[in-house]
């Protein structure tokens, strides 16, 4: 084991910044000692020269030192290893330069790494007796902030570049003085060169100069472990990709840049001590061949790479550092356009994004117009597109073939595009930024119903706009929203779901009754079908099936504004209901019938639509219920579009017109106020299970007779027969009266009521036909005491659905519709509404606590579950028990 160097007798620190060879050869000086020897006491390996053995440096110990030698060093002059090791190149490594794999040697492709040499200031050599600072060596150091100098790049006497080679340790050192070995051999090699450096002559640079400017900035990127300065300010990055892009843009400089630009761009004296060419050494010839790859051989040419470089790079943000760039650019090519969004590729290794992002800004001009929504050119950081294809199919499942309308009606012009040709433009178009995919590619994933070419084209006509940039930006803000936040309906499904089924016409004709509305002809069938499956799918109504009817004219289209003027808020729930109906029969239970992005990603744009938003609810009402073609006169007074004011009735449907005795008659507003105030439950309640008359309920509602009979008839709800001709002679016939008291067990004010006779009066005739009154008291209604019956004698399974008013019935209904394939056919099959089928099946399943059916799907007829085979059974053996 090595004994450790003996503790020096002499302790001299190193300067701040000094570089290990010049501090030990101070250590030599001020013991005037012979270099060679000092280093042998701390353990430096012996060198040897053409088979003679001498004392000297290792070629590459300023750039590393492994950690024995840096240990021995620290001991014998009483530092720490940590300051030793900070006198290398290892102190930059990873910031301003980049070691080889084995650390003995800096890469000269890499961030201007410098192989060997050191540039210098003079005055800092005079200064200091000839100590030298280490960051000299970096290839971004080309000025003496302190001194306002260039520093000077070679020796003035001998022109190479001062320590490249090691020092002779054969003598005390004198650092101030060219090391270089001697250009005339019968010179004592010891001496080398010999030329006072301190007296080289260097450019003189004013206070404030660009030149210091910019080296004081690169010295702060250096010594700080990330930079946000300018366009790094909202993405901070490391110093070598700063420094990386410094140099990237220094090589446009210093290979492409036109003299007389230079010298507009930058102070004269640094311009013309760069192109000059009296100063050029003859050992930097091949380095200037391709000037700036490399590390510049003159302190001149790095100053005006950098300088040049941080003009951009200081700019405050990544748009105004693409316009400085666009400059430089354009300076360099004759056309922006010879130059692509990849093409800074080869500028160089380690470039980092926000160069990226401000090379596309500067290329902002040029770009085509779905290359400007690709690269994001209106955010704050364009950038190359990073999403993957899984990404853009997730992206499409989130996005309407016809583009949401209130964001169609912003993003179109009142002229020259129609809304309904661009929808599937901008839909397409919303998968394009921050991806790779083609305009034909986004035009499939979207429903396929226009190709590339046709976006393509209307892109063209957007981009004339002068709103291009806001539109731009919406898409932008939509893309980001999507990608951050799941939407609730899933377009991709919606896309492929069969619509053959959609709004039949039986279902038509049914709403129209419940809502007071006029079926009117095929075509006002054909226009609601066609709306709801545009809105239902996100499709356009052309890709409607043949089956539903789809628009097929110009003139369908015009008469369709007039439905949606015609639309009442009563027909648009309706019309809601059954679409919400259509998506559970496809077991979609979780969607809504439509949805939009928040109109809030709009905010502070300037669009070329109106806002809907916008409209004069009130008076648009007004206004469509006062003319003939009320959509486009709305859209003349109000100052808007058609595309608004038909998004606005779509959302917010006028009301009904005042109703009146004779449009009664004719609409049958009547019939709609009555299904409004007497849905088919209340109907049942009142009828089967309270077992009121119809002209009870008539008194109780306000309703007709005759009404109330149509109502009853439309829910499927069969009338009792009453006592027949009571009212032309009053009398009461007996089997009626034993049905109704006795096998029924009604009450007799109940039946007196319905008779329209006094209890008294019914007693008579209970007595006339020698019928057995039944004893008075609670116990005796006839509703407790048939839900007791009926609970004490059926099957336990059946108990919990027997304790209602009407669970008989119910169960009945349920037996009976079970062998139908679907509830719907079942409804029709027994003269019932499919409602209050529904309905009573849905309370038995919640009575009984499990499904009884597994309701029809398309191509599979309705099933029973086991649970509702074991209820059948069980009702059918209770239907037995009752008969006679």
């Known amino acids: 084991m090595r004994t450790p160097a003996r503790t020096l007798p002499i302790r001299l620190p190193p300067l701040p910044g000094e570089a290990l060879d010049s501090w030990l050869e101070a250590i030599a000086r001020r013991m005037d000692t012979a270099l060679g020897d000092v280093l042998l006491h701390f353990g430096f390996p012996v060198r040897h020269r053409a088979g003679n053995q001498f004392r000297g440096i290792p070629a590459d110990w300023t750039i590393v030192l492994d950690e024995r030698l840096a240990a021995a060093v620290a001991h014998a002059t009483g530092t720490s290893p940590e300051t030793v090791a900070a006198l290398t190149l290892t102190h930059y490594d990873g910031r301003a330069l980049h070691l080889s794999a084995g650390g003995r040697a800096v890469s000269r492709h890499v961030l201007w790494g410098r192989g060997g040499g050191s540039r210098f200031c003079p005055e800092c050599l005079h200064a200091t007796g000839g100590r030298w600072q280490l960051s000299w060596r970096l290839g971004f150091s080309f000025a003496c902030t302190w001194h306002r100098r260039l520093l000077a790049?070679?020796?003035?006497?001998?022109?190479?570049?001062?320590?490249?080679?090691?020092?002779?340790?054969?003598?005390?050192?004198?650092?101030?003085?060219?090391?270089?070995?001697?250009?005339?051999?019968?010179?004592?090699?010891?001496?080398?060169?010999?030329?006072?450096?301190?007296?080289?002559?260097?450019?003189?640079?004013?206070?404030?100069?660009?030149?210091?400017?910019?080296?004081?900035?690169?010295?702060?990127?250096?010594?700080?472990?990330?930079?946000?300065?300018?366009?790094?300010?909202?993405?901070?990055?490391?110093?070598?990709?700063?420094?990386?892009?410094?140099?990237?843009?220094?090589?446009?400089?210093?290979?492409?840049?036109?003299?007389?630009?230079?010298?507009?761009?930058?102070?004269?004296?640094?311009?013309?001590?760069?192109?000059?060419?009296?100063?050029?050494?003859?050992?930097?010839?091949?380095a200037m061949e391709r000037p700036g790859f490399m590390a510049p051989p003159r302190a001149a040419d790095t100053a005006v790479a950098v300088t040049m470089a941080l003009s951009i790079l200081e700019q405050p943000g990544i748009h105004p550092a693409g316009e400085a760039l666009r400059?430089?650019?354009?300076?360099?090519?004759?056309?922006?356009?010879?130059?692509?969004?990849?093409?800074?590729?080869?500028?160089?290794?380690?470039?980092?994004?926000?160069?990226?992002?401000?090379?596309?800004?500067?290329?902002?001009?040029?770009?085509?117009?779905?290359?400007?929504?690709?690269?994001?050119?209106?955010?704050?950081?364009?950038?190359?597109?990073?999403?993957?294809?899984?990404?853009?199919?997730?992206?499409?499942?989130?996005?309407?073939?016809?583009?949401?309308?209130?964001?169609?009606?912003?993003?179109?012009?009142?002229?020259?595009?129609?809304?309904?040709?661009?929808?599937?433009?901008?839909?397409?178009?919303?998968?394009?930024?921050?991806?790779?995919?083609?305009?034909?590619?986004?035009?499939?994933?979207?429903?396929?119903?226009?190709?590339?070419?046709?976006?393509?084209?209307?892109?063209?006509?957007?981009?004339?706009l002068p709103q291009w940039p806001d539109i731009a930006t919406a898409l932008d803000r939509l893309a980001d929203y999507l990608g951050a936040n799941s939407t609730p309906i899933d377009y991709g499904r919606r896309r492929l779901l069969n619509y053959t089924g959609l709004l039949p016409h039986d279902r038509w004709l049914e709403i129209c009754r419940r809502t007071g509305t006029p079926p009117g002809t095929g075509r006002r069938e054909r226009i609601a079908r066609s709306q709801l499956f545009q809105r239902l799918s996100g499709l356009p109504a052309e890709s409607a099936p043949d089956d539903l009817g789809g628009p097929d004219s110009a003139e369908f289209r015009a008469t369709s504004l007039r439905f949606t003027a015609l639309q009442t808020p009563e027909l648009v729930h309706a019309l809601q209901q059954e679409v919400l109906t259509f998506l559970a029969s496809h077991h979609i239970h979780d969607e809504p019938m439509t949805w939009q992005p928040p109109a809030t990603l709009l905010a502070g744009l300037s669009l070329p639509g109106p806002d809907p938003a916008h409209v004069d609810l009130p008076r648009l009402h007004q206004l469509v219920r006062e003319r003939q073609h009320p959509v486009q006169h709305a859209a003349q007074v109000l100052g808007t579009t058609v595309e608004a004011i038909r998004h606005a009735l779509d959302e917010h449907p006028a009301p009904a017109p005042p109703l009146t005795k004779s449009t009664a008659r004719a609409t049958g507003r009547i019939r709609q106020q009555a299904r409004q105030a007497i849905p088919a439950e209340r109907f049942t309640r009142l009828y089967l299970d309270e077992h009121r008359s119809l002209q009870q309920i008539a008194t109780l509602t306000g309703f007709s007779r005759r009404v109330l009979t149509d109502l009853a008839k439309e829910y499927g709800i069969p009338l009792r027969e009453g006592p027949k001709d009571y009212k032309r002679r009053g009398t009461v016939e007996r089997a009626w009266l034993i049905e109704q008291y006795v096998h029924r067990r009604r009450t007799l004010p109940d039946l007196a009521r319905e008779a329209g006779m006094s209890t008294a009066n019914m007693a008579r005739w209970a007595k006339t036909h020698n019928v057995p009154l039944r004893p008075r008291g609670g116990s005796s209604h006839s509703q407790v005491l048939r839900a007791i019956d009926q609970a004490s004698r059926a099957p336990s399974i059946l108990r919990p659905a027997l304790g209602g008013q009407g669970a008989s019935e119910r169960l009945s209904r349920f037996a009976a519709a079970s062998p139908y394939p679907s509830l719907g056919a079942a409804a029709s099959g027994l003269g019932l509404n499919t409602f209050t089928l529904v309905a009573q099946i849905n309370r038995i399943e919640r009575e009984l606590g499990g499904p009884l059916l597994v309701r029809a799907e398309r191509g599979r007829p309705m099933t029973l579950t086991p649970l509702g085979k074991k209820v059948l059974k069980a009702i059918r053996k209770m239907q037995d028990n009752t008969m006679p």
């Open 153 to 286: 790049d070679c020796c003035p006497h001998c022109g190479r570049v001062p320590r490249q080679r090691p020092r002779s340790g054969r003598s005390v050192p004198r650092p101030e003085l060219c090391g270089n070995p001697p250009t005339r051999p019968t010179r004592p090699f010891s001496a080398g060169c010999g030329t006072d450096l301190t007296r080289a002559s260097t450019l003189l640079l004013p206070p404030g100069h660009p030149v210091l400017t910019a080296q004081d900035r690169v010295m702060e990127i250096i010594d700080g472990a990330t930079a946000a300065f300018g366009p790094y300010r909202t993405s901070p990055q490391p110093a070598s990709a700063v420094l990386a892009d410094i140099r990237a843009l220094g090589i446009r400089v210093l290979s492409d840049l036109p003299a007389a630009v230079l010298r507009e761009q930058i102070p004269a004296d640094i311009a013309e001590a760069h192109l000059s060419t009296d100063a050029v050494s003859p050992h930097t010839g091949q």
């Open 327 to 464: 400059s430089l650019l354009e300076a360099v090519r004759e056309e922006l356009t010879q130059i692509s969004a990849t093409s800074i590729d080869s500028w160089g290794r380690g470039i980092s994004p926000v160069l990226q992002s401000v090379h596309l800004a500067a290329l902002a001009p040029s770009l085509r117009p779905s290359e400007y929504v690709r690269y994001r050119i209106m955010t704050e950081t364009p950038r190359r597109p990073t999403r993957t294809t899984r990404d853009i199919e997730q992206r499409a499942r989130k996005i309407p073939t016809m583009f949401w309308p209130p964001w169609t009606i912003r993003l179109a012009p009142p002229e020259g595009i129609h809304a309904r040709a661009l929808a599937p433009v901008l839909a397409a178009l919303l998968l394009i930024p921050d991806s790779r995919t083609s305009l034909d590619q986004a035009a499939g994933l979207i429903g396929d119903v226009i190709d590339g070419t046709e976006v393509s084209r209307l892109l063209q006509e957007v981009d004339d």
